[in-house]
């Protein structure tokens, strides 16, 4: 199962960095699951400091903005990377990215692929060059809306789109519409916006 944290998304403007979904792994106790790419430099460079198979404490990514706190936990430092790979997908073959000091930090079931560069999960090279294979995963959890449909539709049993708390508004019904003109549907077949 492949699910979209779209309103977290770096690609329209999101900081990547919510916990939300994260949280909602932990609590269902889910086991082979990868949620990527988080944006936390802080987080990487502390992984990185500490090293390969060590466990470490500390809050990763939060929204401040939003409410959203850090996850607070003692992760097991999986791999360590530079971050740089080559997009092996559709979208963007051959696009060199670099995501900067890049950990894959696990905790309980959930391996966190933690990016020291905002970038949207468009591929699932993002998620090999912090030594995650996304096919070896039941659930993924991609920082992403549209983009990663390309490289991962062929892999996904089904694709989900979530809306766990981020500062990208997925759905028209969840902005504040104040200056609508009376009787405009506010997405198509959807309610009327009253005034």
Same mark, same amino acid.
């Given at each position: ?9 770096? /690609? %329209? ?5 919510? @916990?939300?979904? $994260? #949280? ?5 106790? +889910? ?62 073959? /051959? %696009? ?5 000091? @890049?950990?894959? $930090? #696990? ?5 966190? +692929? ?82």
């Amino acid at each position: 199962v492949v699910i979209a944290d779209t309103q977290d998304n770096p /690609g %329209a403007g999101g900081n990547s960095n919510t @916990t939300g979904m $994260l #949280r909602a792994l932990m609590a269902n106790h +889910v086991q082979d699951a990868a949620i990527g790419v988080l944006f936390d430099p802080d987080a990487a460079e502390a992984a990185h400091k500490t090293g390969v198979g060590k466990t470490i404490t500390l809050g990763l990514g939060g929204e401040p903005a939003l409410g959203d706190q850090p996850f607070e936990g003692s992760f097991i430092i999986e791999h360590l990377s530079e971050g740089n790979l080559t997009v092996k997908g559709p979208m963007m073959r /051959g %696009a060199k990215i670099s995501l900067g000091p @890049t950990a894959c $930090l #696990r905790i309980g079931g959930v391996r966190v +692929v933690v990016g020291s560069s905002k970038v949207q999960m468009l591929d699932r090279e993002l998620y090999r060059v912090a030594g995650v294979e996304p096919e070896q995963m039941k659930i993924l959890v991609n920082k992403s809306s549209v983009h990663f449909r390309a490289d991962f539709t062929p892999i996904a049993h089904s694709i989900l789109v979530a809306g766990a708390p981020g500062p990208m508004v997925a759905d028209p019904i969840n902005l504040p519409w104040k200056r609508l003109a009376p009787g405009l549907r506010i997405r198509p077949n959807g309610p009327v916006f009253s005034g």
